[in-house]
């Protein structure tokens, strides 16, 4: 082989690798690999070929973490997917909970401790968050800015762990 038809052969590799990283990363995007992408999007559930979410079987810390980070990243149908049908009954209670979730610019999870873990069952656990949230600029929220406390209650939904409580109480 010639050097000519080297250099041409590895010319067209090299349009096709970055071919295939422009479709991979979307035109023009650097990916950026931050803390936050590598703690969060790497727990982001997977849905199957039914649309189902299926959440690895992680810590009832993890769930949480996973939960408010897809919020802060704008995944709010993938955070809605984390969460039981008690809760998320239908359309119009995700509807609510997805313009209730938008209406946050950031939601940071400080700590996350068990509570009342001599309560807790094979199919529920309930946990103290703290959260410092951020609201979008002119946005009304239940939240406050700053500083929040709230208890989230997973339930085991087969075998999936599932939010299914926020309150601001036990």
Known sequence: MSVGKVLIFLLLVIGMVSVAYSVATGPGKIPQITKEAVTTTAAVPQSDTTGAVNIPARTGEDIIRTFFGLITEKKIPQAIDMMDEETNPDERTRQQWGVFFNSFENLDVES???????????????????????????????????????????????????????????
Do not use: C, F, H
């Not at 001599?118 to 968050?129: G, H, L, M």
């Not at 087969?158 to 109480?169: E, N, P, V, Y």
């Open 112 to 170: 996350v401790e068990e509570y009342n873990k001599e309560a807790w069952s094979d199919t529920s656990q309930t946990y103290r968050v703290l959260i410092n949230a951020l609201n979008k600029p002119g946005m009304q929220t239940l939240w406050e800015n700053g500083d929040t406390t709230r208890w989230i209650t997973l339930k085991k939904s087969g075998t999936q762990w599932k939010i299914l409580g926020i309150a601001t109480g036990p």
